[in-house]
């Protein structure tokens, strides 16, 4: 049990300068292939620089020249237990070297503290909001992580927009489009569920990806378990009682269906639904290390992928029928080496139509 609990705060420290890293410069190749090859190793190295981003993005306008002493903020509010004390044991280790090299990892452990002190001396007044309506918006190539009133997190990608509708009874998640994974708190007086056009997805304490592919919907659960049902109406949206999971069942009278770790679904644009009970989670998130993991994809649906994160846009020529299958891992922010694998093949000519327009035609 002791050596678990030392490897977690290992895990945590590396997420935490991780973190640290993507927030400070553009990583190098090398760091790149890196921090994929870490990420892939276990789910939970996904989970945790997930929370380590979005503790480090909640505190980025907070005490920028690092002037706040941990020790002494600590001292003072000796009695209160930090939000995650296991995080802040591996951001405020004797290891100190570390918080020299990375100052903000001190500033995070700093801000836990802060937090809950503001919550408590605010009546716990995040939990008890009778309304709580906010909008979150990506730009292309542009990631974003969310901190939620509830302690949830949300980890947008590139493209994505959601909207955030929390009261007493319910907290509704709106993805309007593209991608995001969430990273539900546990609450069982009021049901997390995210809303896909008709299809809704609620969480029995767990983290899913969802992506919201033009008409199309993805799920992909990374921890946990969820419910899914579809064809639902516009006023089941704050139908509170409609539906009640716990962590055991689901009402199968309405039509719901379970996922848990490693399965996925995709339901077209008709409605019609595909389970994958195998689904690839490592290919399925990748995009948290910013690579993208191709496995005999065609190359329409790369070029779509690539067009995703990058304002060059790459297109096909008409006469362009081959869908060429395409295997490897890429940087999402490097459309070149795509440009230069197709180049190299011999079957392609790469050519720059303006300043962000590329295409690809036959060679003659």
Request: glycine share 4%; charged share 20%; proline share 2%.
């Given at each position: ?22 927030d400070e ?58 939000l995650n ?66 302690g949830s ?212």
């Amino acid at each position: 049990m002791k050596n678990k609990s030392v490897q977690n705060l290992i895990i945590m420290e590396m997420a935490a300068e991780w973190a640290v890293l993507m927030d400070e410069s553009k990583l190098s190749e090398k760091q790149n292939k890196d921090l994929a090859h870490w990420l892939l190793e276990s789910p939970v190295h996904i989970k945790e620089l997930l929370l380590a981003c979005t503790l480090f993005d909640a505190t980025a306008n907070i005490d920028p020249k690092k002037r706040i002493s941990l020790e002494a903020l600590m001292d003072k509010h000796s009695s209160i237990i930090p939000l995650n004390t296991k995080l802040t044991a591996a951001l405020t280790n004797s290891k100190r070297k570390r918080l020299y090299k990375f100052p903000a990892l001190g500033l995070a452990a700093t801000v836990l503290v802060s937090l809950l002190t503001f919550t408590l001396i605010n009546n716990n007044s995040w939990f008890n909001n009778s309304g709580y309506t906010k909008s979150y918006v990506t730009a292309r190539g542009e990631q974003r992580n969310v901190l939620l009133e509830d302690g949830s997190y949300i980890y947008l990608n590139t493209l994505s927009e959601i909207e955030v509708d929390f009261s007493f009874g319910y907290r509704n998640i709106s993805l309007k489009r593209g991608e995001a994974i969430f990273k539900v708190a546990h609450d069982t007086n009021r049901p997390f569920r995210v809303w896909v056009k008709d299809v809704m997805i609620q969480a029995i304490g767990t983290e899913f990806n969802v992506r919201r592919k033009n008409d199309a919907v993805e799920l992909m659960v990374i921890a946990g378990k969820v419910a899914l049902l579809k064809d639902l109406l516009p006023e089941d949206y704050n139908n509170i009682d409609f539906l009640n999971l716990n962590t055991q069942s689901a009402d199968s009278t309405l039509g719901t269906e379970l996922f848990t770790v490693g399965q996925g679904v995709s339901i077209d644009s008709s409605g019609q639904s595909k389970t994958n009970f195998s689904a690839d989670l490592k290919k399925r998130t990748s995009w948290i290390a910013q690579q993208l993991i191709f496995s005999e994809d065609s190359l329409t649906d790369v070029i779509i992928e690539f067009n995703r994160y990058n304002n060059v846009q790459i297109s096909l020529d008409d006469n362009v029928t081959e869908n060429l299958p395409i295997t490897g891992v890429f940087n999402a922010h490097d459309p070149n080496s795509l440009l230069d694998f197709l180049q190299n093949s011999g079957k392609f000519e790469v050519r720059t139509i303006s300043h962000n327009r590329v295409m690809i035609f036959y060679v003659n």
